[in-house]
């Protein structure tokens, strides 16, 4: 996937500031052999797992703590030049790319867990901890920490976009379990925002604001999350439908019904198909919908059964279950896979993928109008979706070299966005406006709130060196 | 209470900025009857339920639309005139003090419910909607905002200040509840921030920038909110311990393993007695958890037998149950009422409240040293705490004409806050910065993250005409 093709988006040009031996020498003298020059090395960090290309960053610092993070920053300051965090390069925006130059902090040495208060429901992180591994090294705490992009990402990566998966309809998203921070800012300071107090009114809401502002306000180098207990119980369900529109209707009316669904993922007879071959499952290939319950015994079994319900008044078969943690494990990994699933369908293809989000009600006509138009088109798609939260994924499986299909993709997405907004919602649910969703934002939002975000940028990095030219143009 | 009296806190002299008449006549001229120079009406919104007193706003503007808010603030910006949102004015911090002069723009007549979407859990609401008519507004639904600090506040001033309340356990606070804002910027521009997309990666996270910024970034015009179906059943239940420690543990107990409960409250003895004889109750007089539980009729009855086996563990009384609406009606006003009860039971007294909240693990350590002091010094106080999320409140209630007795609160405050953060906790879980913790909020955050405040608040407002003086200095 990763040589540059025919397709590849290449970033309109912009400056590309210069790196000054200097500095390079300044970086090698401050960290030895943390510190990378090789091409191979260089590429690797200027790309993620979006289609875009732009020439690599002239260096990459592997930073193993917050010190150096600052040392890297302040280092890079004076010259002008962009820094670029990296935590696993999961991106599918662009968000890593060196669009005008500069170094790359990678920040995956940093991936210690350095506070577990079980008691408390909260822990404490390098930015570099993958939430996998979080998992893992708090499994024996009988806590958990619902938030699952699709990739095994960093937590620093997903606090920097704002990520969220399959358990936000219940959970919440990185915007609700992200309870404090420590940030480099532009100047190489180091700040803390929030505490581990579950609730505050001190101030303004610097956590909030450094999630999801993609690397661009400061770099982050620790996360305090809020962890939660495992469920007492857990089953896990597929229901099968006889059109894409009836899994949705049954959604729309469980979250309606505020039944605390933990997850409801869509899957559409195309993927079902691309995840059958891949993780050689054999669910039956029909629109279906992949679901979570979470609670004592009795409310999972009640949960299940007002779902049940509801769902056979669309037309939805009989639930089949997943009870054992092995069964639910490889039916989640399945659903995390079907990326790799559905690039493998096509192969060579790349996948250019959608995010919108809309309120529930809008889900049923912003996906189906979609689903038809993507039809229409001939080109292979896969879709999935976080459909309790009114959020779902068309990934449009390109050929390279036929430049006419991403005029055809580019134009669905942007017919998708366009109704996703007239129905009051966004152009990215999760994965971030990086490179790719710019204009789409100024019409989501408007030009007064964007220029707001400019003023705060402006008067945060005056010299425009943290992750420069994602979110929006200055 | 709104005397000024000897005990009345003086706001520390700043510049009280010079109100040209020029302005006064371009403000009559473009809100006539809508603008009041009238000295009771100004004296009305120079005021709130906190014990600072400072020199009365030149002018107070009844602002009945969007457009309103954004006249005034653009007649006030070019002489660098402070504007100072109010709601209903109940801010317990000075919020509503106009400490460097300026104008009151009341919008207690924008008091609409401009869109209720059922459908989506969301509703859209002018910012003078109080808490109790919007719930009044959207009884049909079947829905309900669970926000609930104990003034009817107005969702404007609630989404200023990021307050909370008791159902916050449960259902968070106005950070987690605001999905969307319109907002006057200092330029006297209107820009939207958010959707109705539950979730979203749409760039800067101006929502939350502005939930808790205290009108010092903006005005807000219009507040989309998150609602939440009325539960199946509702099961509310008093249960008094043998001492406030007993009840602190088994709160803290029932958080860790996960109970959803909806609302567990704290009410010391001192408190009990004071609202006994305020709301005519006959509550046992012993430190108490109110508590309520939502869910299925099986769901509600699994969480009280959990949480009433860990009381009885730590000597809690058997339940007492409220189970019509009426009786848990009364009960919830009787708590909402603490404030008055204890204000009442110290005739021409004043408080003053505090607003620590700490992790939940450290709030026992927290609230029983600060009991034994407040015991100790003799002074008369009430105690309420939400305890489910580590945050409780003193109201020291003083005789206005002793000095020593302010100077002896104060001093319980200094030690509860630095205990509070010590713990890792924060200064205000609930009421905000205002006037009266500015010194708090830098112990508590450091300095380099106020600066940080400090520069969002110079380059959104350049001439702090934004509610200037509150949250910290500039």
């Not at 998992?135 to 024996?140: A, G, L, Q, T, V």
Request: hydrophobic share 40%.
């Amino acid at each position: 996937m990763n040589a540059p093709t025919a397709l590849t988006h290449l970033v309109p040009e912009v400056h590309q500031r210069a790196v000054p031996q200097a500095l390079l020498d300044a970086l090698k003298a401050r960290f030895g052999a943390q510190c990378s020059t090789a091409l191979a090395v260089r590429e690797q960090h200027g790309r993620d797992e979006s289609s875009f290309e732009a020439p690599p960053p002239a260096a990459v610092v592997f930073a193993q703590s917050t010190q150096d993070v600052a040392d890297a920053v302040k280092l890079a300051g004076p010259y002008s030049v962009p820094v670029i965090p990296f935590g696993v390069g999961s991106s599918l925006e662009g968000h890593l790319l060196a669009v005008q130059g500069g170094i790359s902090i990678d920040v995956s040495r940093m991936n210690k867990v350095l506070a577990i208060h079980a008691e408390d429901l909260t822990v404490t992180v390098q930015p570099g901890v993958t939430r996998k591994q979080l998992n893992e090294e708090i499994k024996s705490t009988g806590l958990f920490f619902p938030i699952d992009p699709g990739a095994d990402a960093s937590i620093g990566g997903m606090a920097a976009t704002r990520a969220s998966g399959t358990n936000a309809v219940r959970y919440g998203t990185m915007r609700e379990n992200v309870l404090a921070l420590e940030v480099v800012t532009a100047s190489g300071e180091v700040i803390r925002t929030g505490t581990r107090a579950k609730k505050s009114s001190a101030g303004y809401d610097l956590t909030r604001l450094m999630v999801g502002s993609e690397g661009t306000l400061g770099v982050i180098t620790e996360v305090t999350l809020r962890l939660y207990p495992l469920p007492e119980a857990v089953s896990a369900a597929i229901c099968s439908f006889p059109s894409i529109e009836a899994a949705v209707r049954t959604t729309i009316q469980v979250i309606q019904l505020g039944v605390p669904i933990a997850r409801v993922e869509l899957i559409d007879v195309n993927t079902v198909r691309m995840v059958n071959a891949y993780a050689k499952l054999g669910l039956r290939e029909e629109p279906l919908l992949l679901m979570e319950f979470h609670g004592s015994p009795a409310g999972v079994k009640e949960q299940a059964e007002t779902v049940q319900d509801i769902a056979s008044e669309f037309g939805g078969n009989a639930f089949e279950w997943a009870t054992t943690p092995e069964e639910r494990t490889r039916l989640w990994t399945a659903r995390h896979n079907a990326y790799f699933a559905a690039i493998q369908s096509r192969p060579g293809c790349r996948a250019i993928s959608t995010d919108t989000c809309v309120p529930i009600s809008r889900l049923a006509d912003c996906l189906l109008d979609s689903v038809a138009e993507a039809d229409a088109s001939g080109i292979p798609y896969f879709l999935v979706g976080h459909v309790g939260d009114g959020n779902f994924h068309f990934g449009y499986l390109l050929d390279p070299n036929d430049p006419k299909e991403r005029e055809v993709a580019e134009a669905l997405n942007h017919k998708l966005v366009s109704r996703a907004l007239a129905l009051e919602g966004t152009c990215t649910g999760e994965h971030g406006v990086g490179l790719h969703k710019m204009d789409f934002l100024v019409t989501e939002t408007g030009a007064g709130a964007v220029d707001l975000m400019r003023t705060i940028k402006r008067a945060l990095d005056p010299q425009n060196i943290m992750n420069p030219g994602k979110i929006f143009s200055l």
